[in-house]
């Protein structure tokens, strides 16, 4: 326990005061000024301090209202000494931050009990700023492995593809982390898989399942999987990824591939939203791709349907996850499907326009200035 400091600048006080805290163990140190209490009191830091309100030069209330706002002594126990018994006198004292009275003259029995209750309070004080701190120092520990993880999960995003078919994508999770994941590669010469999914829920309950989906995927471990074939695709991470076997988590997806030869493209849904193909069509201008499916992992026995796609050229393929429109507009309105098909085909106009900018600007019109939910985006540009 810190020592106990009394500040007075009566000797005889001071004697009295030392001498019988000195018989109950306490350490004591004595200041004849409210000048030297206050510079004693940030050399040492008090676990209390007993000070005289009436005193030449400081006065109590002056080194009261100096050792409150000296950050360090914030929790010291802090005894005013005085005749005064009004009850303005006491307010006064409570507003410079006294915690506490001592009436004189001095009554020994009641000196002691108040400086025990004084030094229970400022243990509690210090216990709860030790826990403060602590905390503290674990929400920024968790917060650098946050960022470390989503750094890796990051990593696992694929980069741009250019040329006669070009891709480009963007992630944006609602916090550090977040439950969707996209790739997209070529599984030879002429077919190219796209996919998107969305794991239910936020943070690292959604992106560990999220990232081990993308792995599984990619390491292609699993078994009966037929790439080329939407519905094999879904049927078979279904039957890996049951939600009663994975913490209640579900995901829904998206999943085509696309033959260069003929410009097919057959895809397939699992409760995810719809793929929007933009054409050269007058009639279509705007053709959205989904397939009947229930999200992945609830039911066991969902049966997948996939359909196929006569891709023109100078189309533009769009996949997403709902966080890109299910957000309050900056009108009060919650966005939809159908508000975002009109956004989207309007960005689209512009031949030069980023992923990036795109996000950008459709975050634009959120009354927030952000997405409520994980946010991705993937652009196909078909050339030829």
Sequence with gaps: MAPILIIDDDPVIQIVLKRTLQEQNYEVITARSGEEGVMMAKSICPSLIICDWLMDGMDGLEV??????????STTFFILLTSRSEIKDRVEGLDAGADDFLTKPIDVAELKARVRAGLRLYQSAEDMKKLA??????????????????????SLLPMPIIGEISIDSQFLPSRQ?????FDYFWLDPDHLVVYLLDVSGHGLGAALPSAIIQNALRSQSLPDLDFHRPTSVLRVLNEAFQMNERNSRYF?????????QTKILTYASAGHPAALLITNEETLPVKPLK???SPIGVFAES?????????????TLYIFSDGIYEFTTASGQMGDMQGFITNIAILNRSANINVKEILDSICKTSASGHFDDDCSLVRIKFST
Excluded at 135 to 154: N, P
Aim: aromatic share 10%.
């Design 133 to 154: 701190a602590d905390l503290q120092t674990q929400k920024q520990q968790m917060e650098a492995e946050l960022l470390e993880a989503a750094e890796y999960v990051r």
């Design 252 to 260: 829904t997806m998206w999943y085509g591939v696309y033959h260069r």
């Design 303 to 315: 049966i997948f349907t996939e359909d196929t796609y006569l891709v023109q050229t100078g189309s």
């Design 64 to 73: 009261c209202r100096q050792i409150k706002a000296t950050t360090e002594l």
């Design 177 to 181: 982390l977040g439950g969707d994941c």
């Design 291 to 293: 397939t009947r499916g």
